[in-house]
C-alpha cells in the first residue's frame, strides 16, 4: 500500500479514537483545566446531534457546583464558556457541526449553532457574576493577550485599544470579540472555500496568536527563525520556562541544537491547535511549517537530517500518530534534493525563498511524484516585487523617454510578484497537477497605499489577486488592515483574471521580473514567450548564480541573521542561568 494511504488511514483511525467522548469527558477536561481540549472536543468533535445535549450537561453540572470550586477550576469554567461562545460565533463550525459532507442533514442550521453560543455566553456572565474577583483575573489576562496581539498587528496604542475591546465585563469581551470576527474579509474567503467556491485558505503568517486567526479560518501556519523568535518574544511568560528547561535538559547543546528544540517546542503548539482541522480534512490541510536551518541551504543531507529528526521526534510527542507538519526547504539545488527524499518518504514540505518559475517547476515536478499528503511551493511575493520597483525606479530616466512615469512603474512592480503566481497557477492547471496536495501559496504580503497605487484594483494586490490559489499566508498587520476595509468586492477565483498587458510590457523592462517570469524548460512550454528571456537564465544547477540572484540572497541573508540572533538569545540564557 503507498505511503499516502497509509497515512490516510492512520488520521482516520485517530479521528474515530477522539469522537469516541462523552459530557464527562468534557468535564474531566475542565477540571484539569485543559479549557482548550474541551471546547475543541465539543466543536470539532461532537456530532450535530450530540452538541446540544452534551452542552446541556455540560453547563448544567458547571451551574451546580461552581459554588463550591477553588478560584482556578471556576476561572477555568468561565474561561471555558467564553471561549466556547467564541467559538460557536466563528469560522470553527463550519469545519464540523456545520459540514454536509460529513453529516448531511444532520448539520446545525446557524440559528442552532448560535443558540448554542448564546447559552454559553449567558451562562458566562451569571457565573462572573457569582465570582467578580475571579472575573478580574481573566479580564487582566485577556487585556494583557489582546494587547500583545494588537501590538503585533502594529496596532497604535496597543493598550488602550485592547481595554477598549475587552471592556469592562466578561460579557461585553465576548460581545466584542465576537463583533470584530463577524466583520472580517479574510472570513468571508474562508466561507467561500469551506463551501466549495474557491479551493484558497489562508494561513497565520505568524508563530503566535493562532486561536484568533482559526476563529476567522486559518488552517495552516507559515513559520521561518523570524517568526519563531517573534512568538517567543510575544509570550514570555509561556515560553521562557520552555527556552530554560530545554537548556537544563541539554547542557553539552551546541546553539544549531537548541535552536532546533526551541523550534520544535513552537511548532509544535501550533500543530496541536490546528490537530482538530488536520483529522477532520484527512490531512488535507491543517500543517505548520518548521523551517529547517537557514544556513545549511547548501547541504542536502543536513537538511534531509534534520527535518526526519523533527519528524521522528514529533510522531512521538503525538504518540505515534501522523505529525501535521511540513518542512520548509529552500528553493535550491539542495532544496530540491532534500525535498525528493521527504516526499518519497511521505514527509510534506513547503518550499521557501522561492521567487521564480525557474525555482517553483521543478520542486512541483517532484513533489506531484512523491507520497505527502500535501506540500505547498511558497512564493514571495512582496520580496520580489520591491527588488523589482527599485530596479525599475534607476531606469526611470530613460523608461520617461517613453512616456512611463514613476507611480506608473511602482503601479508595475505592484503586479510582479502576483503575476509569476498567476502564470504558475496557470501551468501546473494545464499540466493536470493535483492541486488538493500540491499548493501555490502567496507569501509575504505587501499592502499598497497611496497616490502612487490609485489605480490599483486593491491595495491588498496580493490578497484579491490571488484569490483562487491554494493558500494566502497572511502577516497579522496585513490581516487587520484587509478586514479594516469597509464593503469588499471579493472574486474568489481571481487568480484566472490574466495580468494586464499594460503592466507586462512595463515589466519586460525589469532583468528581475524576465528572470523570474520566463520559462526556459520546454518540458513545461512547447515555446517561450521571447519578450521575457532574461541576459542569463538561471537554472537551480547554478547554485552559486542561484544564491547571489538578489531576492534569493537578501531572504536568505535576513533569515541567517534573525537564527544568528535567535541561537544567540538562548544562549546568552545559558549563560545568565
Known sequence: MATAEVFRREIRSELLRQEMFSDMDVLALLS??????????????????????????????????FEAEDKGAQASAIRFLADLALALRSSLPRWNLQ?????????????????????????????????????????AEWRAETAARLHAERVDDAQGQAAALV?????????????????SHLRRVTAACLAGRTPTEFSNDYAAFLQYAMYLGASFVTCNPVLVD????????????????????YPEADGD?????????????????????????????????????????????????????????????????????VFKLPGTKAGLQACRALTEQGIGVTITVNFALFQHLPFAEVIQ?????????????????????????AKLPELAASGLVEARLREAAAW????????????????????????????????????????????????????GTGILSVFPNVRRAFDALPQLELDPQRIDRPVPDEILDILAHSEL???????????????GDERFRPSHELTLDDEQAVADWLPVHATLAEFCKVYDTFVQRILARRERA
Not at 134 to 139: D, F, I
Not at 369 to 393: C, F, I, N, T, W
Open 416 to 467: 510582479s510578484g502576483i503575476a509569476v503566481l498567476k502564470r504558475l497557477q496557470r501551468l501546473l492547471v494545464e499540466r493536470g497537477y493535483d492541486l488538493a496536495r500540491l499548493k501555490p501559496l502567496i507569501a509575504s504580503l505587501r499592502i499598497y497605499e497611496g497616490e502612487n497605487y490609485r489605480h490599483l484594483p486593491s491595495s491588498f494586490l496580493d490578497i484579491t489577486e490571488a484569490l
Open 369 to 393: 511524484e512523491g507520497q505527502a499528503l500535501l506540500s505547498a511551493l511558497a512564493h514571495m511575493s512582496g520580496r520580489l516585487a520591491y527588488p523589482v520597483r527599485d530596479e525599475l525606479l
Open 513 to 527: 521580473f524576465r528572470q523570474a517570469y520566463y520559462v526556459g524548460d520546454r518540458n513545461w512550454l512547447s515555446e
Open 230 to 249: 517573534l512568538a517567543w518574544t510575544a509570550d514570555h511568560e509561556r515560553w521562557d520556562p520552555v527556552v530554560d528547561r530545554i537548556i537544563t535538559e
Open 99 to 139: 459540514d454536509a459532507e460529513r453529516h448531511g442533514q444532520q448539520i446545525l442550521a446557524d440559528a442552532q449553532v448560535a443558540a448554542e453560543a448564546d447559552r454559553a455566553h449567558a451562562l458566562a456572565v451569571e457565573l462572573a457574576g457569582r465570582a467578580p474577583a475571579v472575573a478580574e483575573v481573566l479580564l
Open 257 to 325: 541544537a537548541l535552536a532546533r528544540l526551541v523550534t520544535l517546542e513552537i511548532v509544535l503548539a501550533n500543530m496541536r491547535l490546528l490537530r482538530p482541522i488536520f483529522l477532520l480534512t484527512t490531512g488535507q490541510t491543517g500543517y505548520v511549517c518548521f523551517q529547517v536551518n537557514p544556513r545549511k541551504h547548501g547541504d542536502a543531507a543536513a537538511m534531509l537530517s534534520e527535518a526526519q529528526t523533527n519528524y521522528s521526534e514529533l510522531r512521538n510527542r503525538l504518540g505515534g500518530d501522523v505529525p501535521n507538519v
Open 167 to 183: 471592556g469592562d465585563s466578561i460579557g461585553e469581551y465576548v460581545t466584542n470579540l465576537s463583533t470584530e470576527l463577524a466583520r
Open 32 to 65: 484539569q483545566a485543559r479549557v482548550h481540549e474541551a471546547v475543541a472536543r465539543l466543536v470539532f468533535f461532537s456530532s450535530p446531534a450530540d452538541l446540544c445535549p452534551c452542552l446541556e450537561t455540560v453547563c448544567g453540572r458547571i451551574r451546580l457546583d
